[in-house]
């Protein structure tokens, strides 16, 4: 592995352990309308984000200001652009996912993020022409092989999946594709975005406003290290990752959710289940083994 690689291939992975493991205080305030958490979540992590630039990073706002305004019109009408459609991407990703989890079955919500990598290799293959080598492609072929056997049946279920996966795949494309602007800054500018995009839906369907402290404190549990410090991070690891690479990581996410599912809330998992999640983490292994054999060569 090149010097310095790692740090993004890590980067890459923390995001999916994290976002995997984010049932346990979804499943906290279950007592609460889904999208409540989600505006509130949405709030919150504006408050925090716009809090961390404007005490600590002023001085890289300023710069990202200047380099916005020296851009010539048309760069700046694409990063305007990029910077709307990402946070109406990723707004679109938690909106859908939410829906799917409580409305149509969990199943579906959780089957799309195996459907996602497969989408984002392909979008970076076809959109930004990256290379997909035997070996990655084999990887790919076994992660095929396993979202098969995980796949119910209804047409219903993988429709939705599709919607969820497709969501999140193009903003990772888009990620990758929006350069020279400091990554926090941009992350505080589609929260931003994304609080203007379901501000109607709050202030016409919101019920009263909560003042549990339990639900607050869960809310900037969910906003900091949920949301903020992982979407940080992924958009880190696109700087020397491609979105490829990144995508197939994104399976770690059902691999840990499962985990939490069978050791933390206790629910029984069947044989075939079993087998196509170590399927999945097989195909992680193979599609990131030059990474891994860096890593390991570099400590050795």
């Not at 949405?42 to 990202?64: G, P």
């Not at 092989?145 to 939705?160: M, N, Q």
């Not at 404190?217 to 906003?223: E, M, T």
């Amino acid at each position: 592995m090149e010097k310095g690689k790692s740090k993004f291939f890590i980067a890459g992975i923390v995001p999916y352990i994290i976002w995997g493991t984010m049932s346990i205080p979804l499943r906290n305030l279950k007592g609460f309308p889904p999208q409540e958490i989600l505006y509130y979540r949405i709030f919150a992590s504006i408050i925090v984000v716009w809090a961390s630039i404007l005490l600590f990073r002023k001085e890289q706002l300023q710069k990202d200001f200047v380099h916005f305004k020296v851009l010539p019109s048309g760069k700046k009408k694409r990063l305007l652009l990029l910077t709307i459609l990402s946070a109406f991407l990723i707004t679109g990703n938690w909106f859908t996912y939410i829906y799917a989890v409580n409305s149509v079955s969990l199943k579906a919500a959780a089957f799309a993020y195996m459907v996602c990598p497969l989408i984002t290799a392909l979008c970076g293959f076809v959109l930004l022409k990256e290379q997909l080598t035997k070996i990655k492609i084999i990887a790919l072929a076994i992660a095929l092989i396993s979202i098969i056997l995980l796949a119910t049946g209804s047409l219903y279920e993988v429709l939705w999946a599709i919607l969820i996966a497709s969501f999140y795949a193009v903003y990772i494309i888009l990620l990758k594709v929006i350069k020279d602007v400091d990554k926090f800054n941009l992350l505080g500018i589609q929260l931003i975005l994304s609080g203007a995009i379901i501000l109607p839906g709050y202030l016409m369907s919101s019920g009263p406003f909560p003042i549990v402290t339990s639900f607050w404190l869960h809310i900037f549990l969910i906003a900091i290290v949920f949301t903020i410090i992982p979407l940080f991070l992924n958009a880190y690891a696109l700087v020397g990752m491609p979105s490829s690479a990144l995508g197939i990581l994104i399976y770690i996410n059902p691999i840990v959710a499962f985990a939490v599912a069978f050791f933390y809330f206790k629910e029984n998992i069947d044989i075939h289940q079993l087998f196509a999640y170590l399927l999945l983490l097989l195909s992680i292994v193979i599609f990131n083994a030059h990474l891994l054999k860096g890593m390991i060569a570099k400590k050795v």
